[in-house]
């Protein structure tokens, strides 16, 4: 009966694959046809052992991390933003169709227990509030609410942000770290926060907000901050 109503719905208001646009399997959670979901490939070895980006000819660090000091010991973004992924994305966070939640939050999960993060909470960054603003919606928390709810993930939603932030992509590299400082502050009732957590975001750019959120961390005590992201610019 539930499959037959199923049809019936699907019938009415079919998906359209957010890449090719041709109608998704029935009952599919998301809509993304199987065949560009195998093409949209995830950032794979050798990549920087710091900021995870794809590496070429260097060895364990890319030559931005070689230059820089970070608080976080690691970030992992799972996808280059410049490929197949992008029209997703766009499709999640600018057209808001809600449901990829459940593609992403897959990635995620995955990519948690390859790395046996799962065991880790999970502090997903805050949006800017102009953001919220823009699109009436948090992408970010939306995520970490399937994965804690599906995937039984220990979310804690501990940081948030002093002030309105400015537009990063308005901003040159130098720029954003200095105007990143001292942007977010913890809330919480307990006493100490765990020793290892991951920091969690959708799209990484120059990992200053990353590196400013594990900043803040571990002057409340974090030791070892991961970080994970959807995809780094
Ligand atoms: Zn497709
Ligand atoms: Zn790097």
Redesign the pocket.
């Known amino acids: 009966m539930i499959n037959f109503l199923k049809n019936i719905f699907e019938l009415w208001f079919p998906q359209s694959c957010v890449v090719c646009n041709t109608q998704v399997m029935q009952y599919a959670k998301y809509p993304l046809c199987s065949h560009c979901e195998q093409k949209l490939y995830p950032i794979i070895e050798p990549?920087?052992?710091?900021?995870?980006?794809p590496?070429i000819s260097e060895q364990d660090?890319?030559?931005?991390?070689?230059r820089?000091c970070y608080e976080f010991t690691r970030?992992v973004p799972i996808f280059q933003y410049r490929t197949q992924i992008h029209s997703v994305l766009i499709a999640y966070k600018g057209k808001g169709i809600q449901t990829l939640v459940y593609y992403f939050a897959k990635c995620i999960y995955d990519r948690l227990c390859v790395l046996a993060w799962n065991v880790y909470p999970l502090v997903p960054v805050p949006p800017r509030k102009g953001k919220i603003k823009h699109h009436g919606w948090d992408q970010v928390a939306l995520l970490a609410n399937v994965l804690e709810k599906n995937y039984r993930i220990l979310i804690l939603r501990i940081l948030y942000r002093n002030k309105p932030g400015v537009e990063q992509k308005k901003l040159d590299r130098m720029n954003r770290t200095t105007l990143i400082h001292g942007q977010f502050s913890i809330i919480t009732t307990k006493k100490s926060l765990p020793g290892t957590i991951v920091l969690f975001d959708d799209v990484v750019t120059t990992?200053a907000t990353i590196n400013e959120c594990a900043r803040v961390l571990k002057k409340h005590g974090c030791s070892t901050i991961y970080a994970l992201a959807v995809a780094i610019d």
């Open positions: 990549s920087c052992k710091k900021c995870g980006r590496l660090l890319c030559m931005e991390c070689r820089k970030l990992g």
